[in-house]
């Protein structure tokens, strides 16, 4: 347990440090991405966890919720922040798509790597493709309410 513990403060120190790359002028673009995944995830999670498909024996605040604070609400949403900074507007359909996949990818193998040697999260009636799925499902939803969010505001969503 304590190595799990270990592992998430090591997570919390990574996540916190990736905001530092945000640049100034995309600091709106950030937060509406992260609340965005926020509240998708919050609503998702919950579901996942109600229905058994997936258990977080080791997590933080674990009376007050059975779904991963520390994934769920902070860690998903800062790294969707962190797509939706750096989205390859300039590039083509097929850029862009394979941008969507190493996101997914590197999230899904990491997950798949902490289910199998740690206690933080339990596949029940899960596979790593849900996630991979899911994924990208809610990152193309964030990237949708983005564009509209910001339409006619910035020229960053050409």
């Given at each position: 347990?304590?190595?799990?513990?270990?592992?998430?403060i090591i997570l919390w120190i990574i996540a916190i440090g990736f905001v530092?790359?945000?640049?100034k002028n995309k600091w709106?673009?950030?937060?509406v991405a992260f609340l965005f995944k926020q509240a998708i995830t919050w609503v998702t999670g919950l579901i996942v966890i109600e229905f058994?498909?997936?258990?977080?024996?080791?997590?933080?605040?674990?009376?007050?919720n059975r779904s991963s604070f520390s994934y769920e609400y902070f860690f998903y949403p800062i790294i969707c922040s962190i797509?939706?900074?750096?989205?390859?507007?300039?590039?083509?359909?097929i850029i862009k798509f394979?941008?969507?996949?190493?996101?997914?990818t590197v999230l899904t193998v990491s997950e798949?790597?902490?289910e199998k040697y740690t206690k933080l999260i339990t596949y029940v009636h899960w596979t790593w493709y849900f996630t991979w799925m899911s994924l990208f499902l809610t990152f193309m939803a964030t990237r949708?309410?983005?564009?509209?969010f910001f339409k006619g505001i910035s020229q960053e969503f050409d």
């Open positions: 347990m304590r190595n799990e513990v270990f592992i998430l530092f790359i945000i640049p709106r673009l950030a937060v058994g498909l997936i258990s977080y024996p080791v997590r933080f605040f674990p009376e007050v797509f939706n900074v750096f989205y390859p507007n300039d590039h083509n359909k394979l941008y969507y996949c190493s996101f997914c798949v790597i902490f949708w309410f983005c564009i509209w």
